[in-house]
């Protein structure tokens, strides 16, 4: 199994801050690296599949990079909608598993 | 619009089965898969297992294979997710989410259900 690994599991940040959030994979799993956001109570949402591209209706303030076995999720201009877990997952192959997560958490 | 809709909380006591459906509307359900995660309190996403609604192929994660099952009716466009053999590490919340395929052919959970409570207590 791929292990993908996130750090930092938490972090503290203010409206309007860059936040940059890591995520690497146990072995080389090329751009297949989606990103997710969830909010207390409710389901996950897709923010970025194919590491960088922003799924639709998602703001620009979310970016992505990286490809390989190390990947990127940028916040630049925190919202205060954003304050939510995040979660990196690769879909290079079954079972498609997650990062452990990083809480975003209002400074 | 594109949703999908999961049955209600459950309470099973240890050993017994459980079993989750997801209802699809807004879109052909035969089309994409339907992928099972879930998340325990407090915790991180886990991911379950999946489904081609078309061909009915499966695939399971090691920590639940052989008690996990996932199963369609494509007439009522549902899929659902039975556990059985449960004890209190199977304590969760339960999502199906449909898997989607880019033109580049990369893979990702689009759409997901409201989750469904499975607390498992004697």
């Known amino acids: 199994d791929i292990q993908m690994t996130q750090s930092p599991s938490s972090l503290s940040a203010a409206v309007g801050d860059r936040v940059t959030i890591t995520c690497r994979a146990s072995q080389n799993i090329g751009k297949y690296l989606n990103w997710y956001q969830q909010k207390a109570g409710k389901a996950p949402n897709l923010l970025i599949y194919?590491?960088?591209t922003l799924q639709s209706g998602v703001p620009s303030r979310f970016s992505g990079s990286g490809s390989g076995t190390d990947f990127t999720l940028t916040i630049t201009g925190l919202q205060p909608e954003d304050f939510a877990a995040y979660y990196c997952q690769q879909s290079y192959s079954t079972p498609r598993t997650f990062g452990q997560g990083t809480k975003v958490e209002v400074k | 619009q594109v949703q999908l809709v999961q049955s209600g909380a459950e309470v099973k006591k240890p050993g017994a089965s459980v079993k989750v459906s997801c209802e699809a509307s807004?879109?052909?359900?035969?089309?994409?898969?339907i992928n099972w995660v879930r998340q325990a309190t407090g915790r991180g996403l886990e991911w379950v297992g999946w489904?081609?609604?078309?061909?009915?192929?499966?695939g399971y994660a090691q920590k639940v294979q052989g008690r996990v099952t996932i199963t369609r009716n494509t007439s009522i466009r549902t899929a659902y997710m039975e556990l059985s053999s449960l004890t209190s590490e199977d304590t969760a919340v339960y999502y199906c989410a449909r898997g989607w395929a880019s033109s580049s052919f990369y893979y990702a959970m689009d759409v997901w259900g409201q989750g469904t409570a499975v607390i498992v207590s004697s």
């Open positions: 807004g879109y052909t359900f035969t089309n994409y898969d």
């Open positions: 194919a590491a960088s």
């Open positions: 489904m081609n609604p078309n061909t009915g192929n499966t």
